[in-house]
């Protein structure tokens, strides 16, 4: 146990994978023990990796229970099965990805990806927040992303589930100040975890029905590739992103948005620099449909060009 401190009962969405699982596991391996980690999943089957990743914390500093974001009934059990119902920190981090030309995807599984990273964040918020409100305490953290501020072509509709949830966030954060509880965005800029695998295993399997055959190119031959050499170039490890949040969590007074990757940050400047929009959006044209074969050297500039001022806006995970 913490000394001179409770443990913080610390509640994460989606830690079967990814992200999630390394938050689980840094934070149930505190060497002060302060956190007590509720780690959840939707399918308990798939909980191997973090009971290995969590080795001996498990049981002790991390428990793990069965929550589908999805579900209204499967929200409630869940929080109703811990102790009093307290939660001092939510992690909102399940969430899915969804890529190619909205031709070819059909409604149902746009408002999948809505369900899952919109209303499945909002499900657990409201389960949540009336406690942490009563108690005039508790912190909400929720991952968002770089595309939670800005766009990317063929991100669409992942894009604008971010885009909501970063609305959303925007708004509560402003009320629930009133009642001291804090609410947090962490976005991260690309990962290499199963988002990207589960991704490109989908593209390199569909073909696409109902978008033409120029779009189908301009998304296999030049996104794809360019996406690779971005993720080649600029990925951070979900471990980095866990650091980042931990440190998010124990900041004294915790900003409400947290970029975490310094060499994204020029990319999602150009909106702030040019409000018309112009900017970003012929940036990235120029970047992938001009300078296409020139990405490698144009990630290799970007990195140059990421100045200290620009590195000192984001978290660093160090
Ligand atoms: N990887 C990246 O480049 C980036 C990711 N992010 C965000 O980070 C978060 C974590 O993603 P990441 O770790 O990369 O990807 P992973 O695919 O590794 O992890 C996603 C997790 O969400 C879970 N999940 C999906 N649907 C549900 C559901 N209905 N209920 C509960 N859990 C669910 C998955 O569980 P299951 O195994 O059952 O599918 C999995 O545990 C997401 O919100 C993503 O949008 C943000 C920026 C960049
Ligand atoms: C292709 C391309 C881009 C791609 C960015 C990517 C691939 C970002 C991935 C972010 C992820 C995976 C976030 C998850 O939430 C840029 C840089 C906008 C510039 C224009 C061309």
Known sequence: MASGGEQKVVLITGCSSGIGLRIAVLLARDEQKRYHVIATMRDLRKKHQLVEAAGDTYGKTLTLLSLDVCSDDSVRKCIDSVKDRHIDILINNAGVGLLGPVES?????????????????????????????????????????????????????????????????????VQLLKFNVKLSLIEPGPVHTEFETKMMEEVAKMEYPGADADTVRYFKDVYIQSSIDIFEALGQTPE???????????????????????????????????????????????????????????????????????????????
């Open 105 to 173: 995807i059909s409604m149902d599984e746009m408002k999948r990806v809505f369900e899952t990273n919109f209303f499945g964040t909002v499900r657990m918020i409201k389960e949540v927040m009336p406690d942490m409100k009563r108690r005039q305490s508790g912190h909400i953290i929720v991952m968002s992303s770089v595309m939670g501020l800005q766009g990317v072509v063929f991100n669409d509709v992942y894009t604008a589930s971010k885009f909501a949830i970063e609305g959303f966030c925007e708004s509560m954060a």
């Open 240 to 318: 980095d992103i866990a650091k980042c949040t931990k440190k998010v969590i124990e900041s004294s007074r915790p900003r409400f948005r947290n970029l975490t990757n310094s060499l994204y940050t020029p990319i999602v400047a150009m909106k702030y620099a040019d409000e018309t929009g112009g900017l970003s959006v012929h940036t990235f044209y120029n970047l992938l449909f001009n300078f296409g074969s020139l990405m490698h050297i144009t990630m290799s500039i970007l990195k140059c060009l990421t100045c200290s001022c620009l590195r000192r806006r984001t978290i660093s995970p160090d």
